[in-house]
């Protein structure tokens, strides 16, 4: 996202931004609201209001607010014509009155938002002619033909003290809820399905304690905190008309600032690293790979077929790699791991020995050959040979060397129970 200071003809100093739309709408952050069906909304702002939290209420628990201002936003489908942007781009207004965005919607229609002190205008007008205010106010040329709907609602900044209670697990918007600046609502929604998920399933199977459930609140609360953390930032740069135009201008000038906001809207920096010890062991330098940080998915193998890490991750249950590295008999060294871990374990843990060249008694499922020796370094292993875990929801869960097989069962042993099966992954 980019922004430049722009003096409108009336001598009004405004910031304008746009970032690119790439043409298919399913693959954009943008997906989230832009699919998210219209709902009838009182056409006046109502600060104030608490939505009904009707689950969360039942089971005892309080949405903590942590804003202290509540401010508004509005948004509108719209037929418009004249606009003097570019509909393919997301057009961003600031100023230090208020924020536009206008961005074109597929077919002839276009998105609008409206926020900051322009709200005041609908507290004046119908939406149609406090829209139109706005897109006068910023000069873009556009007038309103048609307006399909319009929404006004708080923007509130809240993290759920609890996310689960018995039976009930909270996940999404249930469980915290902050400004849509930066866009990472609904991403950290789905981050908070994929955590739950897999344990969900284990649980339910019966092969896994309900205990482990609880990780899911330890794992993914502090990531909540981080994205309302972040998108309040974002807030307070887009939105926030008390801050001077000039200083939010400069705020996103610092190159830290565009690094930072990359990083936190990708969802990137988000990481489960040593959340009460269930990040695994062989911790490296902070800025190198850790458990708890999402796995790197790599080529391995770069001829066809070509295979990837994550294709080897394809199935219900965690993926252990094995890397045998200079072990006299590779074949050997990580069969016998592949053993132990599936004698206890059975095909919950699916063993893979990555190996620059094919060893022997595994088969073709479960066997990569990386000839030069990229996952090894990658996930961080010392002389190519080692142990990298990775969990059902593709975050590095442990790593240690090839003799840290106690270390491995006991690590294994916090998420999965015992299952007396005969080891499968060893081929004969
Ligand atoms: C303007 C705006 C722009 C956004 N832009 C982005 C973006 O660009 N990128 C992004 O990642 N996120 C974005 N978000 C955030 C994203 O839309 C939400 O975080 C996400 O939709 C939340 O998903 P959810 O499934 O948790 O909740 P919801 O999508 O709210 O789904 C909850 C469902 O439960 C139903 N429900 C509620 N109560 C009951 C009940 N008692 N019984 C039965 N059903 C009930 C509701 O009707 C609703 O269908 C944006 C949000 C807004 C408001």
């Known amino acids: 996202m980019t922004f430049h200071e722009h003096k409108t003809p009336n001598g009004r100093v405004a910031l304008q931004g746009k970032h690119p739309r790439r043409p298919k709408w399913s693959s954009l952050p943008l997906a989230g609201f832009l699919s998210a069906a219209p709902a009838p909304m009182p056409a006046l702002p109502w600060p104030g209001l608490s939505p009904p939290y009707t689950v969360r209420t039942h089971v005892g628990g309080e949405f903590e607010e942590k804003s202290e201002d509540t401010m508004t936003m509005s948004m509108v489908d719209a037929k418009i014509s004249g606009f003097k942007g570019d509909r393919n ?119 896994a304690n309900a205990e482990i459930l609880d990780t899911y609140e330890a794992e993914r609360k502090p990531i909540a905190e981080q994205v309302t953390e972040g998108a309040d930032r974002m807030h307070q740069v887009l939105f926030n008309a008390k801050i001077g135009i000039e200083d939010r201008f400069r705020l996103t000038q610092d190159p830290q600032w565009h690094e930072e906001a990359i990083r936190r809207i990708s969802g990137i920096s988000h990481n489960y690293r040593g959340v009460d010890g269930i990040a695994g062991t062989a911790v490296t330098a902070e800025q190198h790979l850790q458990p708890g940080d999402r796995a790197p998915d790599i080529v391995l193998s770069k001829s066809a077929p070509q295979l990837r890490v994550y294709d080897l991750c394809r199935h219900c249950g965690f993926t252990l790699l094995i890397f045998p590295g200079d ?47 990229a996952a090894a370094k990658i996930y961080g292993l010392d002389n190519s040979s080692g142990l990298a875990l990775i969990r059902p929801d593709l975050f590095l869960g442990f790593r240690g060397a090839l003799t840290d097989n106690a270390l491995l069962l006991d690590y294994l042993g916090k998420w999965l129970l015992p299952v007396a099966e005969t080891p499968s992954v060893i081929a004969a």
């Open 89 to 207: 781009w997301v057009n961003y207004f600031v100023a230090a009155k208020g924020f536009m965005l206008v961005t074109g919607l597929p077919g002839d229609k276009y998105r609008l938002y409206l926020a900051g002190e322009l709200e005041q205008y609908l507290k004046e007008n119908e939406p149609k002619e406090a829209f139109q205010r706005g897109l006068d106010f910023f000069e873009t040329g556009a007038t309103i033909d048609h307006l399909d709907w319009s929404s006004t609602w708080p923007i509130r900044k809240i993290v759920g003290e609890f996310y689960r209670r018995g039976n009930v697990l909270l996940c999404g918007d249930a469980t915290h809820v902050h400004s849509p600046a930066g866009g990472q609502g609904m991403n950290a929604c789905m981050q908070d399905a994929f955590n739950l998920g897999w344990k969900l399933s284990l649980v339910i199977r019966g092969m």
């Open 327 to 373: 072990q006299a008999e590779p074949g050997i060294a990580a069969r016998e791991i592949a053993s132990t871990v599936t004698a206890t374990f059975g095909t919950l843990v699916k063993c893979v020995a990555v190996h620059r060249e094919p060893v022997s008694g595994f088969d073709v499922d479960h066997m990569a050959v990386d000839r030069e020796g």
